[in-house]
């Protein structure tokens, strides 16, 4: 009988607008779009956007498009192409990206709000940005940059950040030169400075970027295309310090452009080897590459790239502190916990995008999950829960040493429950679950003292 319900309910319809409605619903529209950009040439060789399903929240229903097997709910809609809808936010879409919805990895995008203001076509081009990413997880599961790095990337170095703008600038004028040598001259600038500084980053530094790169920039990349655009926003003063997996969006497609130009066939070839860099390849198409008239920066272009490397890495500095301050006068009740000694709490969940640097420690603004053998604690910064966490580490990672210390600030007054054996507190966008713990409470804030598991 059961069963027999769930069928009838799929069989339904909604209407493809509502009546009186002055507008055709925009989530088909985007779709008519990303039908029109994948029919017009291959993008990428080997990725088909219509190969990978497609969701899109548009502030009202969630739909699906080209889903082979669309969870319940999510019934036909009248007047479309095989699409379906169901009312309200799908959980599993949550932003412009990827998930996984009725056990199939789907591209998911939201144009509800100022988004949905976008003309579909510049929203179709997104939708790809997100269906490449799907392609590459299967085809390219390690062009992916471990975001741990990028926590602890130097970016208060000033000689490096002058290279990596020096390096920006060269990309940008060899984008703007309409002849291919002179491309190649300044392209070859580009990869000098590039050299220069990789070889006195870490390695590990060296691979977040290249694999960056890889990830989202050639995301990025394809999302130009299918735009039908071929020029890369290249900031003519280089990119802030802290900027370095934005500047990746940018460097990416300009390069991926650069060997458009001057390696026609450069996607099969990274198909086929895919352990190679953007950078390598541009290199290797340099080697025989004919060049304009010598192109380089002037000596007072250098130095004004390095002053203005100094000036802002003090900046960075000095906005650490700031941060800190707003943390520690933020009003609210807050929960502090210490680890016991030798036990500390591990990161089960973070948000990298979303964490915010300070002197000796993290601010975490979305999303954190830590835990050991006693219990774990989450905060996620929820509609109506508005919360910060800040995190000290152990050792000279800040989060994957281990943490000693987090203080979450909240607007309202966390609940606390004591059992025989569990200590809960709880709060909108936190909970905590521990044993082995002491608690106190004084004034807005409750102190947990962790002690050690036997």
């Not at 030169?177 to 390695?203: I, K, P, Q």
Request: charged share 20%; proline share 7%.
């Amino acid at each position: 009988m059961v069963r027999s319900v769930a069928v009838a309910v799929g069989l339904l319809a909604l209407p493809l607008a509502s009546a009186g409605a002055q507008e055709a619903p925009l989530a088909p529209a985007v779709e008519q779009e990303v039908e029109r950009i994948a029919a017009a040439g291959s993008l990428w060789s080997g990725f088909d956007p219509l190969a990978v399903p497609l969701a899109i929240y548009d502030g009202e229903r969630t739909w699906l498009f080209r889903h082979p097997d669309p969870p319940a709910g999510f019934v036909p809609v009248e007047g479309t192409s095989g699409a379906r809808a169901r009312p309200g936010r799908f959980e599993a879409v949550t932003a412009n990206t990827s998930a996984e919805i009725g056990g199939v990895m789907t591209a998911t995008l939201l144009v509800n709000g100022p988004q949905g203001e976008s003309p579909p076509p510049e929203l179709a081009a997104v939708a790809i940005h997100e269906a490449f990413h799907v392609y590459q997880r299967t085809h390219h599961a390690a062009w992916q940059g471990n975001e741990g790095d990028l926590l602890v990337y130097p970016v208060t170095n000033a000689d490096l950040l002058a290279l990596r703008r020096l390096e920006s600038e060269a990309l940008r004028r060899a984008l703007a030169n309409a002849e291919d040598a002179g491309a190649a001259c300044w392209a070859r600038v580009a990869m000098r400075e590039r050299r220069e500084r990789f070889a006195t980053l870490d390695s590990s530094f060296v691979a977040y970027e290249r694999l960056t790169e890889l990830n989202e920039g050639l995301a990025a990349y394809l999302q130009l295309r299918a735009a039908g655009r071929t020029e890369v926003e290249m900031p003519a003063g280089g990119f802030p310090p802290e900027a370095v997996r934005q500047r990746a969006y940018h460097t990416g497609p300009a390069i991926a452009l650069l060997l458009d130009r001057l390696s026609p066939g450069w996607q099969a070839v990274l198909e086929a080897h895919g352990d190679q860099s953007l950078d390598s390849l541009l290199a290797a198409a340099l080697i025989g590459a004919a060049t304009s008239a010598p192109c380089d920066f002037t000596p007072v272009q250098v130095g004004a790239a390095r002053r203005d490397a100094r000036i802002d890495v003090a900046a960075v500095t000095a906005g650490w502190g700031s941060r800190q301050r707003a943390f520690e006068t933020r009003e609210g009740w807050r929960v502090v916990i210490q680890s016991a000694g030798g036990q500390p709490l591990w990161p089960q969940g973070f948000d990298p995008l979303n964490t915010d640097r300070v002197e000796g420690a993290l601010i975490h603004t979305r999303y954190l999950k830590l835990g050991n053998d006693a219990g774990q604690m989450t905060a996620l910064d929820d509609e109506g829960a508005d919360i910060e966490a800040r995190t000290e580490g152990i050792g000279p990672h800040p989060m994957f040493n281990g943490i000693s210390w987090v203080e979450i600030v909240m607007p309202a007054k966390p609940v606390v429950e004591v059992s025989r054996t569990h200590l809960v507190i709880r709060a909108p966008g936190f909970t905590a679950d521990f044993t082995h713990a002491e608690y106190d409470v004084g004034g807005q804030q409750v102190l947990v003292q962790m002690t050690a598991v036997p």
